[in-house]
Structures are given as structure tokens and as C-alpha cells.
């Protein structure tokens, strides 16, 4: 088993992702965007609990194991993108929020897959 332990980086940055998705979603009108506001807000809570999940218990874990968590979470980040690119399209919400977001976004995922990658 790897001593390698996801970064309390890579913790802050996914935590500010998820703040930043939901100030987004607060900009969002409310109507006919339900299942958006919440497939952001679950794929947003998804990373940060599997990247938590993964530093907390990551000593008690195979590499497998941890990959695994890694995964999960570098997938929501992946969600989060592809469904800021629709709102975007769409012109919703608003766009400097949205660009925070998604900024933040791809910064989690990178630092996702330099974790990952030595495994």
C-alpha cells in the first residue's frame, strides 16, 4: 500500500468547487431548472465527500481503494463541467459565478488526476 494522501490542497480546492457551485446554483431561476440545481448540487457533494472519504481513511486503504474514491470524484468533477457547459449555452444564471465554478472545476480535476496518476 502507498503512503501517497490526497493534499490538504486538493481538499480546499474541491471544498471552494463546492461552494462555488452552489452560490452558482443560487443564481439559477428556480422554474423549469429543478433537475439541473440538483444534479449540481449532488455532483458538487459527491467529489468533495469521496476526496474527503479518500484523505481520511486513505492510511487504512489499498491503492485500489483509493483509486476507486479518486475516481468517483474525478467523474463528478467531469459532470460538473459538461453541466456548467449546458447552463452556459443557455445563458443561465450568472456567467461570473458560473466561470468561477467551473474554473474551479477543472483546478479540482487536475490536481485529481496528479494524485491518481503515480498510482
Not at 465527500?49 to 487504512?60: L, P
Not at 467523474?75 to 467551473?102: P, R, W
Amino acid at each position: 500500500m502507498s503512503s501517497i494522501s490526497p493534499a490538504p490542497i486538493l481538499m480546499q480546492c474541491a471544498y471552494e468547487m463546492n461552494i462555488w457551485i452552489h452560490a452558482y446554483v443560487e443564481t439559477l431561476p428556480q422554474e423549469g431548472h429543478a433537475d439541473l440545481i440538483s444534479q449540481l448540487r449532488r455532483a458538487g457533494d459527491s467529489a468533495v465527500r469521496n476526496i474527503g472519504e479518500g484523505a481520511e481513511f486513505r492510511s487504512r486503504m489499498t491503492d485500489g481503494q483509493f483509486l476507486q474514491l479518486m475516481g468517483t470524484a474525478q467523474g463528478s468533477t467531469h459532470e460538473l463541467v459538461a453541466q456548467l457547459s449546458i447552463a452556459k449555452k443557455q445563458k443561465l444564471g450568472d456567467e461570473g459565478t458560473l466561470m468561477k465554478a467551473e474554473n474551479k472545476c477543472i483546478e479540482t480535476s487536475g490536481m485529481l488526476a496528479a494524485i491518481t496518476q503515480p498510482l
